[in-house]
């Protein structure tokens, strides 16, 4: 009975959907032309969610910013409309059936998640721009919303759980190959780099912590088992093209945070204790501390610039502070968010509210020659400054607490595992490893607030909620 009323659904809106679209190219109208469309995908993120989520998985770093060209709106499409809709659906479907696993709700990263988001949505009550606040709590709520919840039900399957890395990796390696492509026509140049990856992202930065995050998939993909010839060749020649467009991003903090990935990777395959590790983080900031002020003179001798397209002088550039655009306007920013935690130290100006507020906190000695006076300019640079700003010290501990809890979990899993899974244990620690390039990113900049790292984050928050559970998945989901 009930695949005969799937069937009759199925003839009913396929009737409807020829009529609509013989209907609008009748009437040459683009609102009825796009109806028919919408409604077929209804129909399938409802009866066949899981296509819809492995979508949007493959469709991130493809997705495109519609505010460039229609409205003034920021939407990333097909990504964002697609999220809002399985978070409506994953509320739907959890009301009516509770669909979701108990193992879910006993999670510590999900516990991690409900504080972090409530503090997020305390601060928004007590923001100086509710709107701009509940607006950004909106947009956290339809990435996390999904991608944990239909996460935890669809990775049950493993297998779906390498389809996740191979589709956002492949995807990635289609931009990347546009970006070079485009790239090349200018013949590499430095001042090009910033905008050849337009209109898929919206500078350089962003692409290359994008381009540094699938690197340990890639790695984790080609090590995790024995591959045949041809799948081989295809995980080097992604390998390749990764590689390159990490070169030719011109993204310093990129190329950084692979270093520090392959520093953990130290830490993790040798097993150091976590004693020692914090024993030789200490004694680091005892001799920083103690030589600061020759730090400070070297730091003054360095003028490097990052408009070079040598990659040593730009690695140099990372530390100078005394003449590098980038970097002082970085520190403004930083300092702008400082000053606004002193003022609202508690709740701070509200989530999302950092482009309205830190203008009149520039101090004049800061000001370089690409700040703005309206401050117009951005966020704060940094994932960690930017909520201490926006939601106060809590807002900072919230995060904290959720960036460790997923390390915590991922890192004590994997070394829970042992060699009879190696193939899920080399993958989880491709994700971990990703983790790490993006947060390392994310002393510099900020881009949880986009689809382009939101998803790719949450989803491996979903893998190994879902991998540190150790029911066998279940085959009555119906996803």
């Not at 939407?75 to 697609?82: A, R, S």
């Not at 979701?100 to 999670?107: A, G, Q, T």
């Not at 701009?132 to 990775?155: A, C, N, Q, R, T």
Request: net charge neutral.
């Amino acid at each position: 009975m009930q695949a005969l009323r799937s069937n009759l659904f199925a003839i009913l809106g396929g009737s409807i959907f020829i009529l609509l679209s013989l209907f609008a190219f009748y009437l040459e109208n683009w609102f009825f032309f796009f109806v028919p469309f919408a409604l077929l995908i209804i129909y399938i993120s409802i009866y066949h969610t899981k296509y819809v989520f492995l979508f949007i998985l493959f469709a991130t770093p493809l997705s495109i910013n519609i505010e460039e060209f229609v409205t003034s709106v920021g939407l990333y499409i097909p990504t964002e409309p697609l999220l809002f809709g399985l978070m409506l659906l994953v509320i739907m479907y959890q009301l009516r059936s509770n669909i979701l696993p108990s193992f879910l709700f006993k999670h510590e990263i999900v516990w991690a998640i409900g504080i972090y988001l409530g503090w997020m949505f305390i601060s928004s009550c007590m923001s100086t721009h509710p709107m701009v606040s509940f607006k950004f709590l909106l947009v956290k709520l339809w990435y996390i919303v999904p991608l944990i919840g239909f996460g935890s039900l669809i990775f049950q399957d493993k297998r779906y759980i390498r389809a996740f890395l191979w589709l956002y990796s492949v995807s990635m390696c289609l931009v990347i190959i546009y970006t070079v492509i485009k790239h090349a026509g200018y013949g590499f140049a430095e001042k090009q780099s910033h905008w050849v990856m337009d209109p898929f992202f919206r500078d350089h930065t962003i692409y290359g912590a994008a381009v540094a995050l699938i690197f340990p998939f890639l790695l984790g993909l080609y090590l995790s088992k024995k591959h045949d010839l041809l799948t081989q060749v295809i995980l080097l020649v992604l390998l390749i093209i990764n590689l390159t467009g990490l070169y030719f991003s011109y993204t310093r903090a990129a190329w950084l945070s692979i270093v520090a990935a392959g520093g953990v990777w130290f830490l993790i395959w040798f097993k150091i204790k976590f004693k020692y590790i914090l024993i030789t983080v200490m004694s680091i900031c005892v001799i920083l501390a103690l030589s600061w002020t020759e730090i400070q003179f070297a730091l003054a001798k360095n003028t490097s610039e990052h408009t070079t397209e040598d990659f040593g002088k730009r690695l140099e550039s990372a530390a100078n502070v005394t003449t590098d655009a980038s970097n002082l306007e970085r520190l403004n920013r930083w300092s702008c968010a400082i000053s606004m935690f002193e003022e609202r130290p508690i709740f701070g100006f509200g989530p999302g509210t950092y482009a309205f507020e830190y203008a009149r906190f520039q101090k004049p000695e800061n000001l370089t020659i690409i700040s703005t006076n309206f401050g117009d300019g951005g966020n704060a640079h940094s994932e960690y400054l930017g909520p201490l700003s926006e939601m106060g010290i809590l807002g900072l501990l919230t995060t904290l607490l959720l960036i460790s809890t997923i390390f915590y979990k991922g890192i004590t899993l994997y070394n829970r595992w042992g060699n009879e899974n190696r193939e899920m244990k080399v993958l989880l620690l491709s994700m971990i490893l990703s983790l790490v390039t993006y947060f390392v990113h994310g002393i510099l900049n900020n881009y949880l607030d986009t689809d382009k790292a939101c998803v790719p984050i949450f989803a491996i928050c979903a893998c190994i909620i879902v991998m540190s559970n150790e029911r066998r998945p279940s085959a009555s989901s119906g996803f």
